[in-house]
């Protein structure tokens, strides 16, 4: 029988021999939580290496992701679908070890971690997610939903202000079920963290109303299992373990200091580690005894099988509760809706009220969410600006299953917890802020889009139409920069039929997040045929047409409230007895993905006379214009005065605009 410190060492020799082998990573930190891991994973993880996917499993989160060979020797010696080649392969080109964790790539992975601060982040939504799912769907005998969320962070990780941000939330909100493992080795990139980093931790947590079991020897498996079994006590708040560990643990000369923590050991001190640690096998042997004592496999079925009893019996006293939950963890759409849907677009263009898209998107919201159970929703302290709750909004603080989070002025926080929120299961989440505040969250948002996470992003105050806050609210690039980041698609609807088009379209997307950028300030309803009402779910349309020949001067691209703007060009350019086109493109992304037939009966590419008119960065629409084209953008910061000011001071007056194009088509 093996002692635990030498499984926890299969952890450390799997570590260093595949960063070794890589010339690439870090072997400090598995080395030195590997004893930590290995209570965790054998005593007290509910999992099933078998099943990755099982709905009741524990979380485990990497938050200090640059450690990723830790996990990946959990999951290869706990029986994963990880093979020992794969571990050979760690950082190599379409291995299932990539640098960091993704998820996705690896099974057992449960989100992607690189960014330090962001895996903690995403926990807490998991967390949120598991009591939220549970106080909806448990009854008394039937706890179907019932598991911990562990974590393990670094030094980094609580450096980051992130980790302030959603710590806070999560002593807030008293989540009794995440535990959250800190690796106290004192030692980061720049070497000893006593010289830019000597918070109380302890304090600084307790003050979070979190538990906090304080100087646990990392080392010592007794310390370890004792500090969890206390926090497993605690129901009404998470908790922090503060582990003090050694970086390097087991490395003669590297141990306990900053070269163990982003490269390799070395040839030599990968032996001497191995003769101090008294390993005696070859690089990538493990020893069949261990990975006896490792394997996972059977507990994790009889886990599993347990839980799938107890769910068949839930099925039959509570079949349709039952049937809600299997459909919202396996992300399928409610089968009623459509028809609803089609007599709400119809009802819009019955009867058109001119308001701002952020009102139509609160109107939409309401019709939506009594539809879809799994939308859970929220905002950063702009909730009445967002307008981001709707009639049957009900805050998890005052109701454990309700369905909205104010996240108070934590911008990066709310997306983070909330891209969690989704990966956890059971839920389509939504978070709000103003387009500008993307900055704050904008990492949060790559990793949505990394992620392909079906998050929805709800931005208003879209543009320099905000007015009065000046130029520190008003947008300028962040447009560009979401319609630039992969797998993100962006709709900046001109009013409520294209609004609604972009809710439905976000619902629908299942392969990324979806940004509704919202106007301030009430714009115009427009007229539509079927055709065009129907031609809005392929990002752009022919909106007018003044000729009926295939002869057309110039074709005017707008989105958002310069189509209204576009408009009035219109009708002035053709009473001057010109052949205009005005296409509104309220989703560039969405269009892009048409086939060549419809995008060249949209923009033919014979016509190169063409005008782009949008207040956001001009740049963006070269593609569409050509350098020879025209774009009615803004190249500057904005200012602060009413809107109708500020749109006449940067170039979108109707008449200046007129102007500019009878210019280009008299040249």
Request: aromatic share 10%; charged share 20%; net charge neutral.
């Amino acid at each position: 029988m093996y002692s635990r410190k030498k499984l926890a060492d299969a952890i450390r020799i799997l570590s260093i021999d595949s960063v070794q082998k890589a010339q690439s990573g870090h072997p400090g930190m598995p080395m030195g939580m590997a004893d930590i891991a290995e209570v965790l994973w054998r005593d007290f993880l509910k999992h099933n290496p078998s099943n990755p996917s099982w709905s009741n499993r524990d979380r485990f989160v990497l938050s200090n992701g640059h450690g990723s060979m830790l996990l990946y020797s959990l999951l290869h010696l706990t029986g994963y679908d990880l093979s020992l080649e794969e571990l050979k392969n760690f950082r190599q080109l379409n291995s299932r070890t990539p640098g960091h964790p993704e998820i996705g790539h690896t099974p057992g992975v449960e989100i992607t971690t690189g960014p330090l601060g962001q895996g903690l982040a995403t926990a807490v939504g998991m967390a949120i997610a598991e009591r939220t799912l549970g106080a909806t769907f448990n009854r008394p005998g039937y706890d179907i939903v019932d598991h911990y969320t562990w974590v393990f962070v670094g030094d980094g990780c609580l450096m980051e202000g992130i980790s302030h941000e959603v710590c806070s939330l999560a002593g807030t909100f008293k989540l009794g079920k995440l535990v959250v493992f800190y690796d106290s080795n004192g030692i980061s990139i720049d070497g000893n963290i006593v010289n830019w980093f000597t918070d109380d931790t302890d304090k600084r947590f307790s003050s979070y109303n979190w538990h906090v079991v304080s100087n646990v020897d990392g080392h010592d498996s007794n310390s370890i299992s004792n500090a969890i079994k206390e926090s497993i006590l605690v129901k009404d708040k998470p908790s922090l373990i503060i582990c003090k560990t050694i970086i390097g643990f087991g490395s003669p000369n590297k141990s306990g200091k900053e070269d163990a923590h982003g490269s390799p050991l070395g040839e030599l001190e990968v032996r001497l580690t191995k003769k101090n640690l008294d390993w005696d096998h070859p690089s990538f042997i493990i020893p069949q005894e261990i990975y006896e004592n490792w394997n996972f496999l059977v507990q994790g079925k009889l886990l599993e099988d347990d839980w799938n009893k107890k769910f068949i019996d839930y099925e039959r006293q509570y079949p349709r509760l039952a049937g809600e939950y299997i459909r919202r963890i396996n992300r399928i759409m409610p089968s009623i809706w459509k028809e609803d849907y089609n007599e709400f677009i119809n009802d819009l263009c019955l009867n058109p009220k001119n308001i701002a898209t952020r009102t139509a998107s609160q109107h939409v919201l309401e019709f939506f969410s009594k539809h879809f159970s799994e939308i859970i929703g929220g905002s950063s302290d702009l909730s009445p600006s967002n307008l981001s709750m709707w009639s049957g909004s009900r805050s998890i603080k005052d109701d454990l299953s309700g369905n909205y989070i104010h996240y108070g002025v934590r911008e990066f926080g709310m997306t983070a917890i909330a891209n969690g929120l989704f990966h956890h299961g059971g839920f389509i989440p939504y978070t709000s802020t103003f387009l500008i505040f993307t900055d704050y969250a904008r990492n949060a948002v790559r990793m949505a889009a990394l992620m392909k996470t079906q998050h929805i992003f709800i931005y208003t105050h879209d543009s320099i139409g905000l007015g009065e806050d000046g130029p520190t609210h008003q947008p300028i690039e962040q447009l560009a920069t979401l319609r630039l980041t992969p797998n993100t698609c962006v709709w900046r609807p001109c009013d409520q039929i294209e609004t609604l088009v972009a809710w439905k379209s976000a619902l629908e997307n299942k392969f990324g997040p979806t940004a509704l950028v919202l106007s301030r300030q009430n714009l115009l309803q427009i007229s539509r045929n079927k055709t065009q009402v129907n031609n809005i779910s392929r990002g752009g349309y022919i909106l007018r047409n003044s000729s009926s020949s295939d002869h057309i001067d110039a074709i005017i691209i707008s989105t958002g409230s310069e189509v209204s703007i576009s408009l009035s060009v219109y009708n002035t350019l053709v009473k001057k007895g010109y052949c205009i086109r005005i296409v509104s493109m309220p989703s560039t992304n969405v269009f892009d993905q048409q086939d060549d037939n419809y995008k060249e009966s949209v923009l033919p590419k014979l016509i190169k006379n063409r005008v782009a008119i949008e207040a956001g960065i001009s740049d963006f629409w070269y593609k569409y214009v050509g350098l020879d084209g025209i774009i009615i953008g803004m190249n500057s910061f904005g200012g602060s005065a009413p809107s109708d000011k500020l749109f006449k001071k940067f170039g979108f007056s109707v008449d200046d605009i007129v102007q500019r194009i009878v210019n280009l088509l008299t040249v």
